[in-house]
């Protein structure tokens, strides 16, 4: 029997689920489809400037699975970008951040920042 997956602690869900060009007929064909975990990479090693392995220790996994997962979101971003297709971000193992880690305090948690309706 295979090792179950570990869930991946995600801060928070985007605002927005979807990005593309705004000429896009949303059409299946056209989605790529980024998980809500490599998301998560993509904001806090780009976005937030963290290491591989201050990203693993956030999300709670091991810096070795951090790195497929950056490299398969900059895969798919790239491929969003390059042929015009809509970005969709959905699914994937997470568990959301409950507030209580060692990251949610002293104001370091993505949570905790900003509201999307703000």
């Not at 007929?25 to 809500?36: D, Y």
């Not at 201050?54 to 709670?60: G, I, K, L, P, Q």
């Amino acid at each position: 029997m295979p090792r179950p997956r570990k869930w991946r602690k995600v801060c928070c869900l985007p605002c927005s689920s979807k990005f593309g060009p705004l000429d896009s007929h949303a059409q299946e064909k056209t989605f790529v489809l980024m998980t809500v975990d490599e998301y998560e990479t993509i904001r806090l090693i780009d976005l937030e400037g963290l290491s591989q392995e201050d990203c693993a220790v956030r999300m709670n996994v091991a810096r070795t699975t951090v790195q497929g997962i950056y490299s398969e979101a900059r895969k798919k971003l790239a491929e969003s970008l390059v042929n015009g297709k809509v970005l969709r971000i959905e699914g994937g193992d997470y568990k959301l951040c409950d507030g209580d880690g060692d990251f949610c305090r002293k104001d370091k948690c993505q949570r905790h920042r900003f509201r999307c309706n703000d």
